[in-house]
């Protein structure tokens, strides 16, 4: 299994849930997913990011068909321009 972790900080943090609605909405349209998890942040500290995603994709082939995805793309459309930073990492597990 691929681990597919994203952390984003949003400008205005405000955008967070609505990040998290639409995330959310990609289960069960992107074959590629195995497993989808959003959570936003609650300690709201300095180092803190605004939300955590996690997808699960059986191979890194999958997970390319994940990110090339129509419906990941209009997501990423919506959310990138409202961010202030991201990380990224992927491993297996």
């Not at 990609?26 to 803190?48: C, F, M, W």
Request: aromatic content about 4%; glycine content about 6%.
């Amino acid at each position: 299994m691929l681990n597919h972790v994203v952390l984003m900080k949003f400008s205005d943090p405000e955008d967070a849930p609505a990040a998290r609605d639409l995330l959310e909405g990609l289960k069960g349209r992107i074959g590629q997913i195995r497993e989808l998890t959003v959570g936003l942040d609650t300690t709201g500290s300095a180092l803190s990011y605004d939300l955590c995603l996690v997808t699960v994709h059986e191979s890194a082939d999958d997970l390319r068909g994940y990110q090339d995805h129509p419906a990941h793309l209009e997501v990423a459309d919506w959310i990138r321009p409202r961010l202030a930073a991201r990380a990224v990492v992927d491993h297996e597990s």
